[in-house]
């Protein structure tokens, strides 16, 4: 099975060269994105039925290339193999939107070679099972998304982003190492059964689990390490910013599970203490960025960072009851973070290829000059409302599963035994129901701003309907969430494996209740039908439709628009994106944002427009990162002095870091 996964791989690599060579041709986009559908579903194939039991090669290999002593190790467990289908069902879709999108592509030549490679980089990650091995496929990540990052590197925006991805690249690459060089020891024992054979002291272990929640969390996009997401996902062409926001960072959240869960042993209560507080604190903050925001694709983008919060405060509940050895506990929280990692992954490669679609027909992203297009795209709309509906977590679709499961986790937290927990969980929950409630409030008014109205420019007035190709990948999209959502129970027996690897325990058997219900824990606590609930909304749909038109009056009356008072009944009187986030803003934003908020209103019988400027600061990036970019600013012109030393100093610098190094070696316990 890894050599036949392997082999996919290695021919998504195969065709960068292929790409290059094929150049800007009109045929070169559907040959690479065709063959990076097939690849993709094939790969996907592969691991699902790995994940359902029915390997039928061997599951390791190891080949004579990576360190010499060690070798690159490659294996498929169930953990792995869950991800490998997230990650391939994600790029498959987005490799079909891509077959239309990509005809609108300027300089498809600058995308072509890096996608497919793309796609091989994060399928390696997964693959890995050596440190040497995984953090060469990350970094190989890291580079071929910046690349596609920069694509469109006359913008001078795309390069500021492609300049701050890389960095956080780097950093987050760095702290893996260090994480990866104290889980191998004096020993150098880098592949991971040795590793998960260690059993680190508990100052080591502590010190790994910040380190690696440093570097995934950097990959992910949690907060405070969330800088580059906003700037680097709306940046990449509308389809690889899907893979990047749906994909990419799922590779982040299995590089954390890997880690900490797998390979670092048995956990102690308060390392769920700052996975808990970054995940609450990326919640909360990534939906109330998302809802300041203009840019259609940055509202998704910071909309990510709240998603992926959501998953690491179940993986924090899940550390915290496998440490008080509340085994059924764990597997329920851990499920919650697992079936939103593939929530997230469908409803948000929805979303950014609706942002796409929007953004092919129109050439806008800024919400305040669309609107109306529900007339125009009326296909597109549909879709991105099933996706906007998903990921406001309403049921009966996907997104209000997983969350409802989250929050049946934490209705757990009074039987644990920390007396911090018990206190703290509780608040989590609350900032977690808090960002629910304003994640709806953000997608009813990226929804209402871009599709209902009227149109706000001629680009949204002369939008004409998205290609078939992307259509067929949105709707696929779209159905998988509807799916997931109504039978949540055979999602969950799917991977369930994982939770068994990871805890030791699995929900119950989900797929033999009666009226396919999820019962987390047991029926007399809590349970789930997501079947009733949409025939219930179904039939009291149909029977209000019926009452509305066949039952009341059938005379049909037609009249302009209320137009709020206004004399003229213009686009610029509707409810604008600013004016719908204006009542949040002034709740959260003084605080948050330092928001502040500056009226112009003219004499009377003045002719001078009134105006209204609204200027709000970033705390996290004038309090973190700006100093920090002052300080290497500073320390690399003091530095600047070793480009101009003599031969003989230089030699000096090499012998004291080799003597340092090897003291070094010498006191390592």
Same mark, same amino acid.
């Given at each position: 099975m890894v050599v036949t996964a392997l082999e996919g791989v290695l021919a998504l690599v195969a065709l960068a060269p292929i790409a290059i060579a094929l150049g800007a041709s009109a045929r070169a986009s559907s040959i690479v994105y065709g063959a990076c559908l097939l690849l993709t579903l094939a790969l996907g194939i592969l691991a699902l039925l790995v994940l359902?039991?029915?390997? #039928?090669?061997? =599951?390791?290999?190891?080949?004579?290339?990576?360190?010499?002593? !060690?070798? @690159?190790? /490659?294996?498929?467990?169930?953990?792995?193999?869950?991800?490998?289908?997230?990650?391939?069902?994600?790029?498959?879709?987005?490799?079909?939107?891509?077959?239309?999108?990509?005809?609108?592509?300027?300089?498809?030549?600058?995308?072509?070679?890096?996608?497919?490679?793309?796609?091989?980089?994060?399928?390696?990650?997964?693959?890995?099972?050596?440190?040497?091995?995984?953090?060469?496929?990350?970094?190989?990540?890291?580079?071929? #998304?910046?690349? =596609?990052?920069?694509?469109?590197?006359?913008?001078?925006?795309? !390069?500021? @982003?492609? /300049?701050?991805?890389?960095?956080?690249a780097g950093f987050g690459t760095l702290t893996l190492l260090l994480a990866f060089g104290l889980l191998a020891g004096a020993g150098g024992a880098y592949d991971f059964d040795a590793m998960r054979a260690a059993h680190p002291t508990t100052g080591i272990a502590a010190l790994v689990l910040i380190l690696a929640l440093l570097g995934a969390g950097s990959k992910a996009g949690l907060v405070p390490l969330h800088a580059w997401l906003p700037l680097a996902h709306p940046a990449a062409p509308s389809h690889v910013s899907a893979l990047m926001s749906g994909v990419m960072t799922k590779v982040a959240v299995y590089g954390f599970i890997r880690i900490v869960f797998d390979l670092l042993g048995a956990p102690d209560w308060w390392w769920s203490l700052p996975v808990l507080t970054l995940g609450a604190a990326s919640a909360v903050m990534g939906v109330l960025y998302a809802l300041m925001q203009r840019d259609l694709k940055r509202v998704l983008a910071y909309s990510t960072i709240e998603n992926i919060g959501i998953i690491f405060v179940a993986l924090g509940l899940a550390l915290a009851f496998k440490a008080s050895a509340m085994n059924a506990a764990a597997a329920l929280a851990l499920t919650a973070a697992l079936l939103h990692v593939f929530n997230h992954s469908l409803f948000k490669n929805l979303l950014f290829c609706g942002a796409g679609a929007v953004l092919a027909a129109t050439g806008e992203r800024d919400l305040e000059k669309l609107g109306g297009l529900i007339h125009r795209m009326p296909q597109t709309a549909f879709v991105f409302l099933i996706g906007a509906t998903a990921i406001s977590a309403l049921p009966p679709l996907n997104g209000f599963v997983s969350e409802w499961l989250t929050f049946q986790a934490i209705l757990l937290s009074p039987q644990l035994p920390s007396w911090g927990l018990k206190l703290m969980v509780p608040a989590v929950g609350a900032l977690l129901a808090l960002s629910a409630a304003l994640a709806a409030a953000c997608f009813v008014r990226a929804f209402g701003i871009a599709f209902l109205s009227r149109p706000r420019s001629d680009a949204a007035r002369n939008a004409r309907e998205t290609d078939s190709n992307s259509l067929a990948a949105m709707y696929g999209l779209a159905a998988l969430c509807f799916v997931a959502g109504i039978l949540p129970g055979l999602v969950i027996d799917t991977f369930a494996p994982v939770t068994e690897l990871l805890t030791g325990a699995r929900m119950p058997v989900q797929g033999t209740i009666e009226w396919l219900s999820i019962v987390p824990i047991a029926e007399s606590r809590s349970s789930y039908n997501g079947l009733l609930v949409f025939a219930f909304m179904a039939v009291t749909g149909a029977f209000a439709a019926f009452a509305i038109h066949r039952l009341a009056s059938d005379k049909i009356r037609r009249g302009p628009a209320w137009g709020c008072g206004y004399p003229d009944a213009g686009p610029l009187t509707q409810y604008s994106a600013d004016s719908f986030a204006q009542p949040i803003r002034r709740v959260f934003g003084t605080l948050i944002f330092s928001a502040r908020e500056q009226g112009e209103m003219p004499e009377p019988g003045s002719i001078l427009p009134a105006r209204l400027t609204v200027r709000m600061r970033d705390p996290i990036w004038e309090t973190l990162y700006a100093p920090i970019a002052g300080f290497v600013g500073y320390a690399g012109e003091r530095l600047n002095v070793l480009q101009f030393l003599t031969i003989r100093r230089y030699l000096s610098l090499v012998f004291g870091a080799l003597v340092l190094l090897l003291l070094v070696l010498a006191i390592w316990p």
């Open positions: 359902l039991g029915h390997a #039928s090669e061997p =599951l390791a290999v190891t080949l004579p290339m990576g360190l010499p002593w !060690l070798g @690159a190790h /490659f294996r498929i467990d169930v953990l792995s193999a869950f991800f490998l289908v997230v990650i391939n069902l994600g790029g498959a879709a987005a490799s079909l939107f891509a077959l239309g999108y990509g005809r609108h592509e300027e300089e498809p030549q600058r995308v072509l070679p890096f996608y497919p490679a793309y796609l091989a980089g994060m399928n390696l990650v997964l693959l890995s099972a050596d440190a040497f091995s995984f953090l060469v496929s990350w970094e190989f990540m890291s580079l071929t #998304s910046w690349a =596609l990052v920069i694509a469109h590197h006359r913008d001078k925006d795309n !390069l500021r @982003a492609g /300049f701050v991805y890389l960095l956080m």
